[in-house]
């Protein structure tokens, strides 16, 4: 496997809208193909923390990202054809991750919005949809912007850019001074 991602992408950018290019030029496009099972969602958390801490997350937003990016999967492998393969795209942009997740699903429907586990998903990612393509296979998209908190859309209080200290202090738990 080639740990350096591809630039640009456009030849794959169907999934979501404007990932090719913005204004400040082309961005990175890495995408992994896994065999559509639980047992694999261990390289995508590895893979989705290392592009974070690429981008320059903070460890909140690089835990986040994991979490949701395995809970996008465990929605779609429930229904997932048994042998198939589950797809995961990563457009890396300064500050910005999108993730999108594909698997060829038995039903072709996506996953519901009126579940718990997707009030999770867009808690922790901020922007997240889902649709379905050709040949039953469905996908969820999210987005996460570094320092941005999803519930708000917008920086934490006191959040100071790698200090955990003040993200700490900002959810009110005690801070040691010296």
Request: proline share 6%; hydrophobic share 40%; with cysteine.
């Amino acid at each position: 496997m080639n740990p350096t991602p591809s630039t640009g992408g456009a030849e794959n950018s169907g999934g979501t809208s404007g990932e090719a290019t913005h204004g400040g030029g082309p961005h990175d496009v890495v995408q992994l193909t896994l065999p559509a099972a639980s047992a694999y969602l261990t390289v995508l958390r590895t893979a989705t923390a290392s592009l974070a801490a690429r981008l320059d997350f903070t460890l909140d937003d690089i835990e986040d990202l994991r979490i949701a990016v395995d809970e996008a999967c465990a929605l779609l492998l429930v229904s997932a054809v048994p042998g198939s393969s589950l797809e995961c795209r990563f457009a890396l942009e300064p500050g910005v991750m999108k993730v999108l997740v594909t698997v060829e699903s038995l039903d072709g429907e996506p996953p519901s919005t009126e579940t718990f586990a997707w009030t999770v998903l867009t808690a922790l990612a901020g922007d997240v949809s889902s649709s379905t393509g050709p040949g039953s296979r469905v996908s969820i998209a999210l987005q996460k912007r570094r320092g941005v908190r999803a519930d708000l859309g917008e920086p934490p209080a006191g959040h100071v850019r790698g200090s955990g200290a003040a993200s700490t202090a900002a959810l009110g738990d005690t801070v040691g001074t010296s």
